[in-house]
Structures are given as C-alpha cells and as structure tokens.
C-alpha cells in the first residue's frame, strides 16, 4: 500500500473503527464504532437513548452516555448510508444545509425501524 493510501486508511479507521487511541474510548462500550462520536441525532430526546440530567447550575443537558445504538457497525453504517443517500446529490455545504432536526430523525426512525434496540442495549449491560 503506498503512503498515501496509509495516511487515508488511518483516517478512516480512527474516524469509521473502534478508535483506541482516542482518550475518551470507550466512552459507551469496548468494541463500539466511532464513526459518529458526534451522533447527528443529539439532542434526540428518545427516553429509550437517553435522559435529561441536571447539570451544576441547575440547566437541564441531554445525557445519551448509556446510548450503545448508533455505536453499532450496523446501526452507524445504515445511518451513512441514508445520509448518503439523501444528499448524493448536494455539495458537501448544500448537505449539511439539507439536514435539519426533521430530516435527520426521519432517518433515526428508518433505521431504527430496521435495527430495534434490544432490551438491555441501552442500560449499560
């Protein structure tokens, strides 16, 4: 492999695999994928994926720290997938613009729909 295709599968790899050498991996569960570390569905407010907490100040902040679903190879590449689809025909820009909150969780829906949470997926077991 030459260098720069190295350099290029490195890059996939800490952004699409189980990153350990990021310093907060795991930060759900040993194992999981990091392509959405920031999960495009935050805040989704689904009490199956998370909860409200309380922060210091007394603010309300959406937790999903016990969320292990969209950390799944399945679960994170159907997300891509759709999200590709959607936008195959944007520029990268014009794509981001495309996605607003409604967009995006229509997509959390389909794929959640496809891939159910299983019963103790999301409580930390």
Request: proline share 4%.
């Amino acid at each position: 492999m030459i260098e720069l295709a190295k350099k290029h599968l490195k890059k996939v790899l800490e952004t699409c695999g189980a990153n350990r050498n990021c310093p907060y991996y795991p930060c759900h569960f040993d194992g999981q994928v990091c392509l959405w570390c920031y999960c495009p569905f935050y805040p989704c407010e689904d009490e199956n994926f998370g909860e409200w907490i309380e922060r210091k100040d007394g603010t309300k902040v959406w937790s999903c720290m016990n969320c292990h679903w969209i950390h799944k190879i399945d679960v994170a590449c159907e997300v891509l997938k759709e999200i590709l689809e959607l936008t195959k025909d944007k520029s990268i820009d014009d794509a981001i613009d495309s996605l607003d909150n409604k967009e995006i969780l229509k997509i959390k829906d389909k794929v959640l729909k496809k891939f159910p949470i299983e019963n103790d997926e999301n409580n930390g077991d």
